[in-house]
């Protein structure tokens, strides 16, 4: 194990062709140097072949080959605890990849033998989907591709796709043959699926973790990992898809130990505490990213920028009924199979066919604010849905009664209602609503709520102070292989906040000189254009392509005139053709006019939520690159390779501020641990008409941050009387080495950087 406790953490994105065990074993005195106590690995076990992310496991109980094995790990593991620094690793027991039937041993044997298969406990079948018990497969682009299926062999083919002939049943025609199996092939455009899956995504199927037979079998490489001293912690994707995430996470503890350090990849409402009972050390940090990140949006950029979301077709006052309707329609259209499958489930139940059950869970759920209410603390969250319900949809009344009535008494109705409504919430707000609202997309962040224009000093201070308490050791974050775009991306974004009329007046003259094919999806799309834009105003051919890549993913996601299994090829291409004639028009002169004006703001910001980030209660987590500038926007733009040599050369010259800022906090971590891991959290508070502009705070009584805001807006007036008072003692600021006590002009603490991280003398 490691012998320093977990101070922070740096993500690598492993990946068989570009980033493998070995790759992070030459990285390790890098990430020495840089200030981490624990590299932390996207999941490694055996996934889909050519995997980019891993998270479509295909054997649960090896180590990725592609990867580099056991033994990659093995000596991954040993070379971080030279250096005294230790392992954590992303883990998946909520599903696994089914893609291929030939690379997931388990999914191959459940699809040869059927009920009789030893693995088919191992899977949430729907066996009475199917009049004649068979799986239903939804795998093919049309029902007529059935008439391509040839016997080949103990396998049935299909182009490049092959399932399995049960013994004995493999004589005849390939029509005769296939009849004879346990699986049903049907094409994907019905939306019917025999299985529970990942969300929408059938390629992925779910894992039944609540029985301890599959939970001991999927965890048989984690075991091992935890038995020889190999890893410190995991990480835990998506538990609220599991049947029962309080159950599977206590056998999880029990498996790893009382000092593994777990976290969970939990999206919290804003409204929503973590359940104080769940044997965990808190959230992957969503809920600290929202929080980080708002201090730094001005609310004085309201209404401007929402007067300007409103000269398009949707007011944005209609956001909040959007997202209840985007909700209803996941339920009812995306997820039809799911809700499907509940239905006879209630129906079981109760004995209650109601034609309107289906119409009352979409409704009920759209109004359940949570991805699952079923945690200890949101006891009353149900109940208030249905009560919201009822006053929405009277005509609902009954039916709702007859949902509630059957979640309350079928163990089965109530999982899989949980489960419906994380998938429901994920598919409505992450996956589209975040891709419609167009008033500040830095706010359109997972574990975001865009409704929330900002964090307010006083919010963030209690919720930090309230971590510091509860949650001493959860991981926070600024950017993850999930974030909408990076840190430095959100950063520049935020800054229209400040300036909203100029930006209102600009986009207005971009839109007239150069008219989209819709204006919701320009006043969309030119935000994240600005973010990324680079201050030379030169575009590169890799630059164009991934604005395209990211165009494309942000239209089909928000599902307004395309989307990913309708595409509207003249919709797309005329976005496509309206994005070129920005990069190439006179739009993208004024772009790199503004971007010249605003970016020392941008990095200003940056650096200040960087510091933030790092210094404040929890376990820091560096995503990978961040430690630089980075402009990276969704996955997969944010899984590109990062150039390990131009960061070792950074690190090197020390001339890169956000680098420097990083370094100093990660090794003031590591030189006072129990200031970080069991100090407490204080406010500081600043003096002054600017005094706004300025956040600060004391960890235990030796370490003092304070960072700047809103500086675009502070610039013509300056700082003028505005102080902190340092606590008594002689302070020294560990990114500039200057000496300082007592009262502190705001303009001489900044004076240099827009932070300051200052360290109490002995």
Sequence with gaps: MSSRPILSTYRLQMRGDQFTFADAVDLIDYLDDLGVSHVYLSPILTAAAGSTHGYDVTDPTTVSAELGG???LSRLSAAAHERGMGVIVDIVPNHVGVDDPT????????????RESAYASFFDIDWTLDPDGRIVLPVLGSDDDLAGLEVDGDVLRLGDRTWPIAPGTGTGTAAEVYDRQHYRLIGWKHNVCGYRRFFSITSLAGLRQEDRAVFDATHVEVKRWFDEGIVDGIRIDH??????????????????????WIVIEKILAVTEPLDPTLPVQGTTGYDALREIGGLFIDPTGRDALTELVDTADVAHSEMPGMARALKVKAVTDTLSSELARLTRAIVAATGEDHPRVPAAVAELLSHVGVYRSDYTP???VLSVAAA???GTAPELAEALSIVITAAETSPEVSTRLQQLCGAATAKSMEDCLFYRDARLVSLNEVGGEPEWFGVGKAEFHDRTAVRARSWPAAMTTLT???TKRGEDVRARIGVLSQVPSLWSELVGGWLAATPPPDTGTALFLLQNVFGVWPITGHVTQELRERLHAYTEKAIREAATHTTWNDPDADFEDGVHAWLDAILDGPVATELTSLVGRLDPYGRSDALGQKLIHLTAPGVPDVYQGTELWE???VDPDNRRPVDYAMHRQALNTRDHNKLRVTTAA???RRERPEVFTSAGYRPIPAAGTAREHVVAFQRGADVLVAASRWTARLAEPGWGDATIDLPEGTWTERLTGRSLRGRVAAADLFAELPVALLEKDA
């Excluded at 690379?103 to 059927?114: C, K």
């Excluded at 538990?239 to 593994?260: F, I, K, M, N, Q």
Aim: charge should be negative.
């Design 70 to 72: 056991p033994e990659g």
């Design 103 to 114: 690379q997931n041993a388990w999914w191959w044997d459940l699809l040869t033998h059927g």
């Design 239 to 260: 538990p609220d898809g599991l049947s029962d995430p309080t159950l599977y996470l206590r056998w999880l503890r029990e498996l790893t130990g009382p000092d593994a």
């Design 378 to 380: 949101l006891s009353t």
């Design 388 to 390: 919201e319900s009822i």
């Design 480 to 482: 993850t292989h999930d």
């Design 631 to 633: 402009d990276s926007l």
């Design 666 to 668: 990660l090794h003031l």
